[in-house]
């Protein structure tokens, strides 16, 4: 072996079984060959995941619950390389001479991929200025810079992205934020990856490979990057709507599954060049975030043709500086030339068989070519056009989606079938998407999220025209909570000013993985069907990960802008049972709110008590009277009492049935005029004088405060919690009785003292200890389900209808209620959680 702090004279490599490929053998006995003396260990994919049992557990839930193959490949390398230390290669690597020089004297080596690979796509998208490969890595065993890849492998394995979850883009960026100390040796790529991947050099053309200075090359056999440049690897179900017309007749409408085109251009279909227009005038600015998103396109067989007649040559600096042939900028004098002639010039400068109008000023998501070319060649058409698109006003925060209209800057057409634009200096695209609709056969795609259309101040239309697309809109998202998490979605995949996107609340592991996607595809059911639009059900994250439902999304959001600035009509809900003990200290922080009196109504559902609590409310009702705007007080009984202690397993559905019924009975007693609803229990001990305004502003639907058994101490209501990233993978079935949910606590689950310190967090459930929900939504029918509704009851059922009708669920770590551990017990109380047997509590069965 090597000393004590080297690097250990041993090789790794892996396969999924003993049987490594034929085309491989040769390589892998190149390393065995060149290095007479050293031990060579193949690991199998069992080999990996035992070796994982039994030395680092605790990355198994993640380890298993990697989607890909790929990715477990890619994250055991890192901690054999911690663990044993020695030299990991792929199979797929040939050594050509050795590399024991190369190691000498150093504690952790990688090395660089080619330079040309950070101008792929997918790298551009991902902003990588350099690569480090994961696929020739040596190291010293217990080098603290694994201990750092170890932390970032838990927050990265959600990306969606191989590359970014477990793979090289992964690695340079744990290399980048590696702390002071750990930083490793890096190689030249001509070191041990001279060759660059097939996908570069169909896309950049063949270089010739000096092995001069190489010690290995890479070749690449197995990399997953090995795509058609034109189409690298898309996610899989995507499907539009669309219509068409021929000649401006009506012809077919449904859906199109773009993945079967897709999959002829993979399997060698012809992908032809889409020539992208843009005229631009001195707005570099602008001008270069076009670029940006041209850039980002998945599909690659595409150029883009700059009409630039304006006085300033920072953009002509700028695409010489990108060294992108694809790019080609022609600057004209600034001799007034209008619109339409500066169109037909980018027409005659174009050279592929289909052209793009690609404005300056707006924003295109990566996959709009790729979408719209597989639309046009799968219905034989002859353009294609967007039904509608994402319209945006950063400076207003004004979000939305358009009205349904043939928009003519989203066109894609074949160029022999483009007439001349008329020389207009504005509205010159118009009457050539209409000849182009009259004369041919046309396709409409409902996909909004493809094209943004951006009101910057210094459109070609001014501001009244923008106002009427916005008064059309057939979906807005309001200033608030909607509006950010829309913008940050748009943010994961177009390159907006930092400046235009609020600012987070919280890592993105808080925020479950369906509602990003979901965020991500804004045109999608968010408004009621038409003829030519027919909808599909979608599926929504749900409290339980194996459940999945159709998906019914409310018409439009509800406004909650104002209400957290000014004291709306709020009705506090309380049922009851067996609470004379408490309803002092109730009915005293009831007067303590610091909401307005006459804005504050109370009501009150008494049931199947053994106590005085029926005579106390009433002993209490003429002085709640004066005092708040509106009291009701209701008395139904809900029949007896479960037996046993109330949080045995057994008794779970009779109990929390019971309090379900009790509150919708209550809420439809009570509920008259207002416009919020505050459920509160009656033995909440202690709770803010400002609670309602620090729950209305969070400005949501539904929002949870956090309830615990002392200030600061550990969450009391564990119905209010967030699924884990891993919660999909586990086994819920085992924890299902009476036909609910029972889990144990923690089990796939996080509750808000895991999350303090973040303002806010997107929630999978809520309890009901106090909870705000805007009144609209029970009106709409948002009730607590008595029955098993996916396989949850009470609230926790609230929260997932909630979701089936577009809404989410909120909580506020840091607004706190206190609710002390104490006995208690009944359908009507929720007291007693917290002095349950530890290993009998029940997560969420509050």
Known sequence: MAEKHGIPLLIHQTW???????????????????HPGWEYRLWTDADNRGFLEEHYAWFLPVYDGYPEPIERADAIRYFLLDHFGGLYVDLDFECLRPVTGLLAGKELVLALEPEEHTRLPWSRRNGMRRIVGNAFMASRPGHPFWSHVHRRLVGAHTSPDPLAATGPFFLTRAVDSA???CSPTLLAADTVYPKPSPAAAELFGSRPVDLDRAHAVHHWSGSWERKDPGLPEPPTGRQVRFWTSQDLQPGAHGVIDLDAQRRRWAAGSAAPTVSCL????DRPPLAERAIRCFLAQTYTRAELVVVDDG????????????GDERIRLHRLPPEGRTLGELRNIAVDLAT????CQWDDDDLYDPERLEVQLAAVLALDATACFLARERLWWPARRKLGISGVRVWEGSMLCAKEALPRYPELRRGEDSPVAEAVVRGGRTVSLDAPELY?????????F????????????????????????????????????PADVPEGDGPEADVPQADVQEAEDPGKDTTEDTPEETAEATAEHTADPSARVPHTRRPAPVDVRADADEHPPLLVLTPVKDATAFLPRYLDNLRALDHPRDALSVGLLEGDSRDSTWQALQDALPALEADFRRVTLVRRHFGPRPAGPRWERG???QRRAALAMARNHLLSRALADERWVLWLDVDVTDHPADLVQRLLGAREEIVAAHCVTEPGGPSFDLNTFVLRPDAGALDWDRWLRDGILQPPKGFGRRYLDELRGHERVRVDGVGGTALLVHADLHRDGLVFPAVPYRRLIETEGLAALAQDMGVACWALPGVEVVHPAHPGGGPLSQTGEATAPAEARVGGSR
Do not use: C, I
């Open 352 to 355: 592929g068989p289909y052209v």
């Open 311 to 322: 006085t300033d040559g920072a953009l002509e600096d700028h695409v010489r500086a990108l």
């Open 452 to 460: 943004t259309y951006v009101f910057h101040g210094a459109n070609t």
């Open 462 to 497: 001014d501001e009244p025209h923008f106002t009427s697309l916005f008064d059309a809109a057939t979906h807005l998202w309001p200033t608030g909570g909607a509006y950010a998490d829309q913008v940050r979605a748009m943010a994961a995949r177009l390159p907006l000013d």
């Open 16 to 34: 999924k079984n003993t049987d490594v490929p034929h085309g491989w053998r040769e390589w892998s006995e190149s390393w065995r060959r060149r």
């Open 651 to 653: 008794v779970q559905r």
């Open 278 to 281: 843009m005229v631009t005038k």
């Open 179 to 181: 702390p002071e100390g």
